[in-house]
């Protein structure tokens, strides 16, 4: 089985007492319309952090600055097997959409709300646990 390894950016902000975690709608390919953690594959010779970073210049147009590291995820797709760097992190500049079709900024009683990709339900639960 094919294997990618991506990273995934857990964009948080807070309002009020709450903490909102920013989600996207993917806009093409086998799982449009779902919803995930922005990011994308690593490239050769980068780092996962990096590779983040430059992701989110490319997909959000927005300058990206990681927290920290939040954890590892793997799941099997039923074409591929994802090994997925998911960083907690923060945005400088209000994001714009290059690539997806909508964002919406989740606090995490609202995760259920939309459909997640299989791979981001595993950090979902471990969301709620940090910021529930």
């Known amino acids: 089985m094919n294997t990618k390894h991506v990273s995934a950016a857990i964009i948080t902000r807070a309002r009020g007492v709450r903490t909102e975690i920013f989600a996207t709608k993917r806009g093409h390919g086998e799982y449009k319309d779902w919803w995930e953690f922005p990011g994308g594959k690593i490239e ?4 996962s952090a990096e590779a983040l970073i430059r992701e989110i210049k ?3 147009d927005a300058e990206l600055v990681i927290d920290e590291f939040f954890c590892p995820v793997e799941y099997d797709y039923p074409d591929f097997h994802l090994y997925m760097d998911c960083f907690l992190c923060h945005l400088v500049d209000e994001p ?3 690539e ?3 964002a919406r900024w989740l606090a995490p009683k609202e995760f ?3 459909r997640w990709l299989g791979a981001d339900i595993e ?3 471990k969301l709620k646990e940090r910021f529930g």
Do not use: D, I, S
Request: aromatic share 0%.
């Open 112 to 114: 259920g709300q939309v």
């Open 96 to 98: 714009r959409l290059l």
């Open 44 to 47: 050769p010779g980068e780092t």
């Open 58 to 60: 490319e997909e959000l």
């Open 100 to 102: 997806h079709e909508a």
């Open 123 to 125: 950090v979902l639960e």
